[in-house]
């Protein structure tokens, strides 16, 4: 598989081509999603919901991104990487943001950031791309402002909503980005964004009318809790399966079934002669 760039994706928009994103947090799941050649890899800041435990991204860490990013890019070197910027490490300042970005470009090898937020954002946008860092904005329900938000809620309801996150798209896109995340947006209104603008929208919440698609790993292989959010589709029963497996694997500890002669290296061992003359002397 050739490694995709901005030109490449840009051109697969052109050509009215869609675009799979999936997010990858680790060494192993990025090669599968690899070897299934998914178009981009997001290293999103969901990690701390999925891989941490916390039921915000809020908490997530530069540093944090950067250990589990530098995994992923090890898993997929041809793909082409986006690592999230996590809560705080733009919002200060631009030359807070441009550090930030450039921290996670030079430490995981990955190849563009994405950061939340519209028209508020646009200088450190701006600033980063001017770096020579690739950008992808975020709009709609940005995770990372939960709590002015009231909770994870549909965004762009309503005519002067919808006209909100229309300038926010066309705000990210004057600032230099070149992909927009398009979250959580009723589907007329993301169809219209990526009429109007010549960046790449990928959707999540969003509809069919972005020009690629993003979800999170784990709830598409159905291996999240309980709460499943109405835009995810569970491609395969995962989740069943893994316990399903670790329940067998503990049945056959158990029982002694596992493991077999043909998972013991039997042919390695000793004498039984020169065994039994080790028991005697120890
Ligand atoms: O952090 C993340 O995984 C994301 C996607 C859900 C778009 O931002």
Redesign the pocket.
């Known amino acids: 598989m050739s490694k995709n760039t901005v030109a490449t994706l840009l051109q697969m928009k052109a050509r009215g081509e869609k675009i799979s994103?999936l997010?990858c947090y680790d060494y192993t799941t990025a090669r599968l999603a690899a070897a299934a050649e998914i178009n981009t890899i997001?290293v999103?800041?969901?990690?701390g919901n999925t891989m941490q435990g916390y039921e915000t991204?809020l908490p997530v860490t530069l540093e944090e991104m950067i250990i589990y990013g530098r995994s992923v890019v090890r898993g997929c070197p041809d793909a082409f990487v986006i690592m999230?910027m996590p809560f705080m490490s733009y919002q200060v300042s631009t030359e807070q943001a441009v550090t930030s970005a450039g921290e996670l470009i030079k430490k995981t090898n990955a190849n563009a950031v994405?950061l939340?937020g519209g028209a508020a954002v646009t200088g450190q946008i701006r600033a980063i791309v001017d770096c020579g860092i690739p950008v992808c904005a975020?709009i709609g329900m940005t995770?990372q402002s939960v709590n002015a938000f009231g909770g994870f809620k549909v965004q762009g309801k309503g005519e002067e909503n919808a006209r909100r996150v229309l300038e926010d798209a066309l705000a990210v896109q004057r600032a230099g980005a070149f992909m927009c995340?398009l979250?959580c947006v009723p589907p007329k209104l993301s169809a219209l964004i990526t009429k109007k603008v010549d960046m790449i929208t990928?959707g999540?919440g969003a509809g069919a009318g972005c020009d690629g698609q993003?979800?999170?790993y784990q709830d598409m292989l159905a291996m999240s809790g309980e709460f499943v959010p109405k835009f995810v589709k569970p491609f395969a029963q995962i989740g069943q399966a893994m316990t399903q497996a670790f329940r067998e694997y503990d049945r056959q500890v158990k029982s002694g079934a596992f493991p077999a002669p043909e998972q013991t290296y039997a042919k390695s061992d000793c004498s039984d002669e020169y065994l039994a003359r080790l028991e005697q002397e120890y």
């Open positions: 994103q997010t997001l999103g800041d969901s990690l991204t999230d994405k939340e975020h995770p995340v979250e990928i999540i993003v979800l999170v």
